[in-house]
């Protein structure tokens, strides 16, 4: 069983929210606001567990980050824990995709008071609200951006982006609403989960394993560092530096993000020469 309170109080909600639309928003929103999305453990080579206890110790616990089967897991655990009825699904991400991609993402499906709804606590392209699950539902989030959903004939359903290029982590930014990530609504089991997370953490062809990612969620925008590239949106303003020293790099991390690395963790990512990662 999840510490409900110890959750709550890592993404900055003083109450329990009520387990309906809005608190289904407001969850998510601190959620997303509060924990990064990164895959530097994919990197350092540790694995991604995803089961529960190793999720909240990590997330919570040890205030790290993680990519959307961490922060899937940890989300629906503290939905259960307030009482809404929700369970997972699985998806195919589009960004940048030139043919049909592998089943690599994880997002809830909420189900309140007979409407289904799409919640979504680990996406690192973008900040998607929470949606209901109808043909052409569009909602805005709070950086502008729109988000649609359809029916696709092939895989489902189909979440498109229409949003400045600034608030996502760079894919799928072209003119007028792209293909975020499609999704079906068979019944997901923890060894799909389980089999999902294993491609996406340890196979060549996976994308988590050449790059190195760390985001999250600012009040109207995003910050992502993407290996030596920081980039910052919030409202209209935004920056765009390339990092290159590791100490500053560290620095980025840890106040950007709230991820501490050690000296020989950095130096491990293979982001710089190594006699200047160990200085």
Same mark, same amino acid.
């Given at each position: 069983?999840?510490?409900? #309170?110890?959750?709550? !109080?890592?993404?900055?909600? =003083? /109450?329990?929210?009520?387990?309906?639309?809005?608190? @289904?928003?407001?969850?998510?929103?601190?959620?997303? @606001?509060?924990?990064?999305? =990164?895959?530097?453990?994919?990197?350092?080579?540790?694995?991604?567990?995803?089961?529960?206890?190793?999720?909240?110790?990590?997330?919570?616990?040890? $205030?790290?980050?993680?990519?959307?089967?961490?922060?899937? $897991?940890?989300? @629906?655990?503290?939905?259960?824990?307030?009482?809404?009825?929700?369970?997972?699904?699985?998806?195919?991400? &589009?960004?940048?995709?030139? =043919?049909?991609?592998?089943?690599?993402?994880?997002?809830?499906?909420?189900? +309140?008071?007979?409407?289904? &709804?799409?919640?979504?606590?680990?996406? *690192?392209?973008?900040?998607?609200?929470?949606?209901?699950?109808?043909?052409?539902?569009?909602?805005?989030?709070?950086?502008?951006?729109?988000?649609?959903?359809?029916?696709? %004939?092939?895989? *489902? &359903?189909?979440?498109? /982006? #229409?949003?400045?290029?600034?608030?996502?982590?760079?894919?799928?930014?072209?003119?007028?609403?792209?293909?975020?990530?499609?999704? !079906?609504? !068979?019944?997901? &089991?923890?060894?799909?989960?389980?089999?999902?997370?294993?491609?996406?953490?340890?196979?060549?062809?996976?994308?988590? @394993?050449?790059?190195?990612?760390?985001?999250?969620?600012?009040? $109207? *925008?995003?910050?992502?560092?993407?290996?030596?590239?920081?980039?910052?949106?919030?409202?209209?303003?935004?920056?765009?530096?390339?990092?290159?020293?590791?100490?500053?790099?560290?620095? /980025?991390?840890?106040?950007?993000?709230? +991820?501490?690395?050690?000296?020989?963790?950095? !130096?491990?990512? *293979?982001?710089?020469? %190594?006699?200047?990662?160990?200085?």
């Amino acid at each position: 069983m999840i510490d409900l #309170d110890a959750y709550l !109080a890592r993404i900055g909600l =003083e /109450r329990r929210p009520a387990a309906d639309a809005d608190g @289904l928003a407001m969850l998510q929103r601190a959620h997303r @606001l509060a924990i990064p999305f =990164e895959n530097l453990d994919v990197i350092l080579g540790r694995g991604i567990r995803i089961d529960s206890e190793s999720v909240f110790a990590k997330l919570v616990t040890a $205030r790290r980050g993680g990519y959307c089967f961490e922060h899937n $897991r940890l989300f @629906l655990d503290a939905l259960a824990a307030l009482g809404f009825e929700a369970r997972p699904l699985l998806a195919r991400v &589009w960004l940048g995709a030139i =043919e049909t991609p592998p089943v690599t993402h994880a997002l809830s499906l909420v189900t +309140i008071a007979g409407e289904d &709804w799409i919640a979504d606590a680990g996406f *690192g392209g973008s900040y998607a609200p929470i949606m209901r699950l109808a043909v052409e539902t569009e909602v805005e989030a709070s950086d502008g951006a729109r988000f649609r959903l359809a029916r696709d %004939p092939v895989h *489902g &359903w189909m979440l498109s /982006r #229409d949003g400045h290029p600034g608030t996502t982590d760079g894919r799928n930014t072209g003119a007028g609403f792209q293909p975020q990530y499609s999704f !079906a609504l !068979a019944t997901v &089991w923890d060894a799909d989960l389980t089999l999902s997370n294993r491609w996406t953490s340890a196979a060549p062809e996976s994308r988590f @394993l050449q790059v190195r990612l760390a985001s999250r969620v600012l009040p $109207r *925008g995003m910050a992502s560092l993407n290996g030596r590239e920081y980039r910052e949106r919030d409202g209209d303003g935004e920056i765009a530096i390339e990092i290159t020293d590791p100490h500053a790099y560290r620095r /980025r991390l840890d106040e950007a993000f709230g +991820i501490e690395l050690t000296v020989e963790e950095v !130096a491990k990512l *293979g982001l710089f020469e %190594p006699a200047d990662a160990m200085n």
